[in-house]
């Protein structure tokens, strides 16, 4: 079933296997995903598609400058005749799947409306708590920062993202490939392949992929070596990094690792499915120093140096 899910999906983002597979990953793994890069290169196409072919109520919200968060979680209205009450109008947060489009148009304000949704599954409105349709997904767009008109997202916005996945532009040949087989560049149409049983066996699957001890111990030094006060810290995280990941980094890749696995059809989690989760998983979550921006040092840098400092296994 996840395998049908991955494939289905690559006939709508052409040529980004690694891209499709990530979102696949973070879906076995009930988290968020923040999908960044340039405007026109599917990911917002991405997460339509993702939602037709899981058959889940979808909801799109177009992030934009002068959006407040009732228009998000919802607010109550002035109902009724003769004797008129307030009714609480749901927003367009309560559905199982999520687009934010452009997340970092809005202001800050705006974007704290997401997280208790993110992390409780939840939201709270003048004081009267309701719960989220299970399963909740939010899937966000960004434009690079460095773009005019965009607020970057706070660090605790970005914790709550399992992953944030970097979509690169599209080469020649897969654009003669789109101009070729898509008028007007319509994508293919889509049938579910899951249902919300089958979604729910995927998740039981994905829970019951064992993680082995040594698998754990070496996620756990992974982020423990992210915090440039540890002493197993690396030179290149001691120059560039201020602070480093939190404990939900660690949560993160346990449970990308299951969901990895269970996509390959192994049984237990090994190193190389932490390691390849670990640039998504940490490249958002690790703060940067100032002398990073002045050597041109980015996170996934930072990432990368910090899986070859540290040994799956324990040099002593």
Known sequence: MAARLRDSLNTVLLDQESVV??????????????????????????????????????????????????????????????????????????????????????????????????????????????????????????????????????????????????????????????????????????????????LARLFAASDRVHLPGPVADFIGRLVEASDPRQASAPEAVRRFVRYGASPRAALALAAAGRARALLSGRPNVGFDDVVAAAPAALNHRLVLAYEASLEKVSAPDVVRALLQAVPEVPRD
């Not at 058959?55 to 979680?73: E, N, S, V, W």
């Not at 304000?109 to 939010?138: H, I, N, W, Y």
């Open 21 to 198: 597979e990530q979102v696949v990953v973070a879906v076995l793994a009930r988290g968020h995903v923040l999908l960044e890069g340039l405007p026109g290169l599917g990911k917002t196409e991405l997460c339509k598609s993702l939602a037709k072919l899981l058959a889940l109520p979808f909801r799109r919200i177009q992030f934009t400058p002068d959006l407040l968060p009732g228009d998000i979680t919802g607010t109550y209205v002035l109902e009724g005749e003769g004797r008129r009450e307030f009714v609480f109008r749901e927003g367009p947060l309560f559905a199982s799947l999520v687009l934010a489009d452009e997340i970092n148009r809005s202001s800050p304000k705006t974007q704290s409306a997401l997280l208790e949704a993110m992390q409780e599954r939840r939201v709270t409105v003048l004081g009267q708590t309701r719960t989220l349709p299970d399963p909740f997904f939010v899937l966000a767009t960004q434009n690079p920062i460095e773009l005019e008109g965009t607020y970057p997202l706070p660090e605790a916005q970005l914790d709550r993202f399992l992953f944030r996945i970097q979509v690169p532009p599209v080469g020649a040949k897969t654009l003669r490939a789109l101009l070729t087989t898509r008028v007007r560049g319509a994508p293919p149409e889509l049938s579910p392949v899951l249902d919300g049983e089958g």
